[in-house]
T-cell receptor, first 115, second 117 residues
């Protein structure tokens, strides 16, 4: 089944403890992206990747890192999480990095709480 | 500047009735795509329908149709014959083909729909 898989679904952590949220897609998509969703703000892009070893900042990249060593994987790294990073996170992918007609396929989300 | 505007924070609709969710957008790019996503209470994002800026006809997908008015920069979603399972948050989104956005999907704030029996 074609899908984007994020893990974990739920995560509670403490301020400053490094964490990684994994994302993997099995559709051979070039484009991958991370979003965070906060009430009243909709979804905002954190980072994106056009292909392997090509990543760039989105609208809210502060406090996050990503890597794209393989086409299928795009982990999100929080080196020193803070409470303002408490949010619902989505990984997404699509086949064409610049085509306007490609919907993003989303993972099921990771609900992160930083205390 | 806000690229996607959804002016209805929430709506109630009765089962079997049709509902229209408003979406306006702002772009100077001639080539763009408009998308609607559904987010049920379980949290996942489900792609519903797509409209391209050059498409001559309004998109339809089952009970979903998109009322695309390009001159008004409007892309309203119409859900016909609402069902209880349609209760969810609905997001309008746009994807531009520019070097600034590089395929970013930009979302509106969403409209919460509650379908009542």
């Amino acid at each position: 089944e074609a899908q984007v898989t994020q893990n974990p679904r739920y995560l509670i952590t403490v301020t400053g403890k490094k964490l990684t949220v994994t994302c993997s897609q099995n559709m051979n998509h070039e484009y991958m992206s991370w979003y965070r969703q906060d009430p009243g703000l909709g979804l905002r892009q954190i980072y994106y990747s056009m292909n392997v070893e090509v990543t760039d900042k989105g609208d809210v990249p502060e406090g996050y890192k990503v890597s794209r060593k393989e086409k299928r994987n795009f982990p999100l790294i929080l080196e020193s999480p803070s409470p303002n990073q408490t949010s619902l996170y989505f990984c997404a992918s699509s086949p064409q990095p610049t085509g306007s007609n490609s919907p993003l396929h989303f993972g099921n989300g990771t609900r992160l709480t930083v205390t | 500047a806000q690229k996607i505007t959804q002016t209805q924070p929430g709506m109630f609709v009765q089962e079997k009735e049709a509902v229209t969710l408003d979406c306006t957008y702002d772009t100077s790019d001639p080539s763009y795509g408009l998308f609607w996503y559904k987010q049920p209470s379980s949290g996942e994002m489900i792609f519903l329908i797509y409209q391209g800026s050059y498409d001559q006809q309004n998109a339809t997908e089952g009970r979903y149709s998109l009322n695309f008015q390009k001159a008004r920069k409007s892309a309203n979603l119409v859900i016909s014959a609402s069902q209880l399972g349609d209760s969810a948050m609905y997001f309008c989104a746009m994807r531009e083909v520019t070097t600034d956005s590089w395929g970013k999907l930009q979302f509106g704030a969403g409209t919460q729909v509650v379908v009542t029996p």
